[in-house]
């Protein structure tokens, strides 16, 4: 009874979502959903899913090793991401233990079109790396190309989240040829890499309820590594950099600030002595934006995504997430959100859009995407034994599916929009291109006159997208 009432409750609020959501118009410029054709079958292959569980797409780039003219696309997953949210809540409400945590291990693919329109070759498995039952490393959270300072050989760097957040990297993409390149010896991950002045720098943030949990910056040149700032540019509330943006000449960083909202500073700029500036402060638009997490470089303006947890403060109602943008006299305002000046209110006038997930300028055009909690809601249902694992020790019923509901609900999915100028917004998708199971589009690579997308499916596994935008 207990159960059915939670998931009456949860229908409900998915009822008021069918009845509010707005539809953005389509513009035939650009890409459309239709232009998106799916080129990856159900985390990659469904022997591996039903094993290993490869939910996200978490990490995307695409690499060209010295000496060869063609390159891939690569992307780094993220494992069982559901099963391990279900895991800590456990754990916080004392039913369980952070140590008993299942992890499952992760894995880098890259694409062989040459072989298979679907075909993803493994060039890395963490079963190599760690041992069965003794799993730590929950997923490759970020990549990125570096061509170093230190020896002039362009390497794709692999960031990792677990138990130790780790940085992996090669110079051929090949399989068998990884090396470990650093190990920061803490709990979380590096959120985010990015090139600034010829330097690689790393942003590190936890956001697991155990170890140090502290916003820090490290930096490399490809041989040594050192750290920048360690001490959440003195704020104990940060607990986490969730991004790095080289602009204007200088390094900006976003927080995780769960207290206050995220805050935006400056650093490393031309004069290296100055001290940090803070740019935004209390989440900018809202305190309940809790991170800035989605940078992208659009007109010479520096734009900004947050995350938010739309439960963890209803007074303030349900919300979504917000996007602002800062000029090169760091002034900001607010495109998407309260009094914005496009008019759309956080989340494109949706509030289950609660993160601003992924940016990207693509053939003249700025892509945005998000994460729709609409979906994640039918990922509660359809998981309810082990939501009420999480609370209850002695759980005993059976999960629900989602079929039943998908029916009803318009705007489950992930949402992409375009523009050309930040004032006026299209929409390409609402709806995860069809499958709703996408609640997430985690990642965007630009390649040519491709775009390549990464989603979030904890039903079906990750789903790799492709649009070609030449005539």
Known sequence: MCRMKKAASLLCVLLLVVGCAPVLPENPEGLTAGDFELISLSGFDPEDHAVDKNDYAWAMAHFVPDGQEAGHVYVGTGNDM??????????????????????????????????????????????????????????????????????????????????????????????????????SGAVGSVRWME?????????????????????????????????????????????????????????????????????????EGPDNDTAPRLIV???????????????????????????????????????????????????????????????????????????????????????????????????VLENLDKVIAAFLPKPGSRSMRRANFFEIIWYAGADMYKTQDALTWYRVTNNGFGNVGNYGIRTMVSVGDELYVGTTNPFDGLEIWRANSSP
């Open 281 to 379: 402060a209390g989440g900018g638009p809202s305190s309940a934006n809790e991170a800035a997490i989605t940078p992208c470089v659009f007109d010479d303006q520096l734009y900004i995504g947050s995350q938010l947890n739309p439960y963890a403060n209803l007074s303030r109602g349900l919300k979504g997430a917000d996007i602002i943008r800062i000029n090169s006299e760091d002034e900001w305002e607010i495109v998407v959100g309260p009094d914005s000046l496009t008019g759309l209110n956080s989340g494109f006038n949706n509030w289950p859009n609660t993160y601003i997930w992924s940016m990207i300028v693509h053939d003249d055009w700025f892509y945005v995407a998000t994460y729709n909690q609409v979906s994640a809601f039918f990922n």
């Open 82 to 183: 559901i099963g391990l949210i279900y895991q800590g809540i456990s754990a916080v409400m004392g039913t369980g233990e952070l140590g008993d945590i299942l992890v499952l291990p992760p894995e880098i693919r890259r694409y062989r079109p040459d072989i298979g329109t679907t075909h993803w070759e493994r060039v890395f498995d963490y079963r190599d790396v760690e041992d069965e039952g003794e799993f730590r490393t929950i997923g490759f959270r970020y990549m990125t190309t570096y061509r170093t300072a230190y020896d002039g050989v362009n390497y794709l760097y692999a960031a990792t989240m677990g138990e130790q957040a780790k940085l992996w990297r090669t110079s051929t993409g090949e399989p068998g040829e990884w090396e470990l390149a650093w190990d």
């Open 195 to 267: 090139i600034h002045r010829g330097i690689l720098y790393l942003a590190l943030a936890n956001e697991v309820p155990t170890g140090e949990q502290i916003g820090k910056i490290w930096a490399t040149d490809g041989n040594e590594f050192w750290p920048v700032m360690e001490d959440g540019f003195g704020n104990p509330k940060n607990t986490g950099v969730m991004f790095l943006a080289s602009y204007n000449d200088w390094l900006y960083a976003g927080t995780y600030n769960t207290a206050e909202g995220y805050e935006i500073w400056k650093l």
